[in-house]
Structure formats: C-alpha cells, structure tokens
C-alpha cells in the first residue's frame, strides 16, 4: 500500500513539472510573437483651471472634449462583432505582398458562407468560424509569410510545437487576423487595389477536409508564390475538416454553389478586368456547379472569368462530360478568353479513395488518356501531374510542388497554350502527344526561393 501511494505522489510530481515546462515554454514562444509597437506614454492630465477663472465663470471642458484615454489591449483582438461590422475601416491603398525584415504580410480578401461561432473571445481568427451553413458574409485577412519561405511548402508545426508553443512568424506562415465587413467595404478595398494597377484577381476555393485557417494560409502561400500583385480572394465553404466527413462535406460544397455564384458576381461587378480561378479536390466540383448556374442566366461575369484551374478534381468523370464541359463549351463561345486547365495524377490516392466511395470515375486521375479523349474534353486542357512529388496522398500537388506551381505561373503570364509553356514536357503517345509535369523534387527550387523569384518563363 505504501509503495502505491508513493508511487502517486511520484507520478503527480512528475505531471507537475510537465506543466511548468510546458507554460514555461509559452511564455517563451510568447517572447518571439509579432512584435509590437512601444505602448506610447500616457498624455499629460490637463491642468486644472487657476482658482480666480473658475470664480469667474471661466467655462471649463466638458470631459467629452477632453483627449480620451489611450488604452493599450495586451492582445491584438481577433475577431469583430456582427454588430461592429458596418463600421469597419476601409483602406484607400492596400498592397497585396507587403515585405518585412523578418516575415512578409499578404493581404486576402475573403467570402465565407460558414456560421459564427457563439465564443466571444476565439482562441484564433480562425475560431470565429465553425463549419455550420450560415449566410454569406465578406471580410479581409493577413496572413504572415516567413523570410526564408520555400516556394511550394507550407511551413507550420508539427503536432508536437503546436502542443509546446505558438506558431513564430518568422518560421511559420500563420493567419494573423480575420476581419469581418460589410460586402461593400471589402468591394471598395478591392477597387483601390485595381486601382493601383493590379487589375487581374485570383481566387482560390479549397476542397474536402480544410478548415479556415488552412484554407488562409494556403490562399496567401499561393497568392506568395506566385508573386501576385492584384486582389486575391479566397472562399472558404463549410468544410468540417475531417477526414471521416467525406459524405457531409459533399452535401455542403454542392449546397455552397450558389453563395459562391454570388461572390463571383460581386467581384465581377467591381473594374477589376480578369477573374482567375484556381479550384482544388472537392472545391472543383462546387466551382463547376456555380459556373453552370453562371452559363444557365447569361450572367455577364462570366465576361470577366478568364482563366479556370481545376487541381486534382474531385469530379465523377460522367457528369463532367455530361453537364459541365458542354456549360465550359458555351462559356468558350461567349469569352473567347475562358480557359480550363485539369491537373491529374494516377498517383492521387486521395482520389482513388473517392473513386471507391463514389463508385466512378474521377478527373482529377484521368492523366494519360488517348488523343481521342483528348478532342472529346476540348476546350479543357488535361496535364498530367503524375510525376510531381507531393505529400503521401499524391494530392496536394498545386500548393506544395515548386514544377506546378511554376506551370500555374506560367499559365497567368503567358497564357495556357501548352506548346510555348517550357515548364512542361511533351509525352510521345500512340494517339498524339500529351503534356505533363517533367519530374522534380518536391520543393526543388526556382533560381530564388524569395518571393519575386524568376521562373523559367519569365
């Protein structure tokens, strides 16, 4: 009995000390946070008026007119009220990539049909969200870029940091903050941005298993890598972010079609002249759903919808022929401009996982095909990722391998036609020939693994 006892008494020391390394390690995680401003001095009460003018009916300052109170918060706050919204600043110049000594801030606009978390005080920007349907609403980000990013990699924690300390903005890319606003204010911000001549704007919709703060994050990693200077958005569905939700965050994609109808319109409506579209997994599915609703009304955004990637579709390959490539096919005789690109893998097992679930065919595994299912996709250019090295599941392919994202690069510069993009290779087959991604290692580098690095077709 008395060797269990102490026994306990060992093991709650033992947690004890865990407990203080674990806060001690905080408090100096907390130490390598953004750094902040010196509070400023606290302003000089005003004197008080001489004894003979108050006698004299001298008038004294109503405490309104006083300078108010300067109040320092210890934490920036994260989130702001619904009811707050309306009076959210409007920036008149806003720069997309704004460089630091230490880390880089890319700023994203962003739409997002998730309801409001009922936590007034979320532990992150990204907490104010949860991954029920709600209304639409707008609102502006800033996610921090490291110094020494690597084109093509996500830089974050392992499960172990994250359990030890906070994310540090010089190692990590880190969502720094979500601001709500009324769908107006952000439309205006977005102006002033065109306005300073970056005309195109790029949106990115994610897929299956994604929350917020990676839906961010991967928005301003791309929006970094390729070197971006115009409004980019991100639209973020409610995903729950479970690898076991695969059926339930179908249902919510297909549900979200129309609200990102509606974010396509607004952008469209606003002097930016080209809308860019890139699509991952799942995402693909719901953006081919809202172009559809987009082609069945003449919608005139679809004037302004130029450029279309869809990475890895998560789409059943006999409903893409049936009902969206001849919508992609109307949309091509109405903007001669309207271009789609499919990136596909045989080696995507996150696809062929969905094949067996849904019991069809993908897309996005669809990368050698003959040259008479090549005429049969037309206008859709198919390129084959195959060989682009990527995490375990072969499916993350457009936002962490450099050779793909180098393509995407290209595709925005110079334009999709296959034959002039050298960051392709072309592939002798018995039909004709197919264009696919050359192999290189995943995160093999560009002359510069800086922003503003110089890709091969520059």
Not at 180 to 190: F, G, S, T
Request: hydrophobic share 45%.
């Amino acid at each position: 009995m008395r060797k269990l006892i102490a026994l306990v008494v060992v093991c709650v020391g033992v947690l004890g000390l865990a407990y203080v390394f674990v806060q001690q390690t905080r408090n100096e995680a907390d130490a390598v946070a953004i750094p902040q401003p010196a509070p400023p001095a606290a302003p000089a009460a005003p004197p008080a008026p001489p004894p003979e003018a108050a006698e004299l009916g001298a008038p004294v300052p109503e405490a309104a007119e006083l300078d108010p109170p300067i109040i320092i918060a210890e934490e920036p706050v994260m989130m702001q009220s619904e009811a707050f919204v309306a009076a959210a600043p409007v920036l008149e110049e806003l720069m997309v990539i704004v460089e630091g000594d230490e880390y880089h801030i890319v700023n994203l606009f962003f739409a997002t049909n998730r309801q409001l978390s009922n936590d007034p005080f979320p532990d992150t920007p990204a907490d104010q969200f949860t991954a029920d349907m709600g209304p639409l609403r707008y609102g502006v980000a800033e996610v921090s870029i490291p110094k020494n990013h690597v084109i093509g990699h996500l830089e974050s924690q392992n499960l172990a940091q994250s359990w030890l300390s906070d994310p540090n903005p010089r190692k990590h890319v880190i969502l720094q903050s979500m601001d709500l606003q009324e769908p107006e204010a952000v439309m205006d911000q977005l102006r002033a941005v065109v306005a300073q001549g970056g005309t195109s704007t790029l949106m990115y919709i994610h897929g299956f298993n994604v929350g917020v703060d990676t839906a961010a994050r991967r928005a301003g990693q791309l929006t970094y890598d390729l070197d971006w200077n115009g409004p980019s958005f991100f639209f973020s569905w409610p995903s729950l972010d479970s690898a076991t939700a695969y059926n339930a965050d179908q249902e919510k994609a297909r549900a979200s079609r129309r609200d990102l109808e509606s974010v396509l319109e607004r952008i469209a409506a606003t002097e930016t002249d080209r809308i860019v579209i890139i699509a991952h997994s799942m995402g693909t599915d719901l953006l081919a759903q809202a172009l559809e609703l987009l082609d069945a009304r003449q919608s005139p955004a679809l004037d302004k919808i130029e450029t279309v990637i869809l990475a890895a579709p998560d789409i059943n390959e006999l409903i893409f022929r049936a009902s969206i490539l001849p919508a992609i096919t109307a949309i091509t005789e109405r903007n001669p401009n309207f271009t789609v690109t499919v990136y596909a893998s045989e080696r995507d097992s996150a696809l062929q996982l969905s094949e067996i679930t849904n019991g069809a065919l993908r897309i996005g595994v669809m990368s050698t095909i003959t040259d008479a299912q090549r005429e049969a996709l037309r206008p859709v250019l198919l390129v084959d990722a195959s060989q682009a090295q990527t995490n375990f599941f072969g499916h993350t392919y457009i936002n962490d391998n450099a050779a793909v994202i180098e393509d995407v690069y290209c595709i925005l510069r110079k334009g999709p036609d296959p034959t002039i993009r050298i960051t392709l290779e072309g592939v002798p087959q018995p039909e004709g020939p197919g264009f696919r991604i050359p192999p290189r290692e995943r995160n093999a580098s560009l002359d510069n693994a800086d922003q503003g690095a110089q890709f091969v077709c520059d």
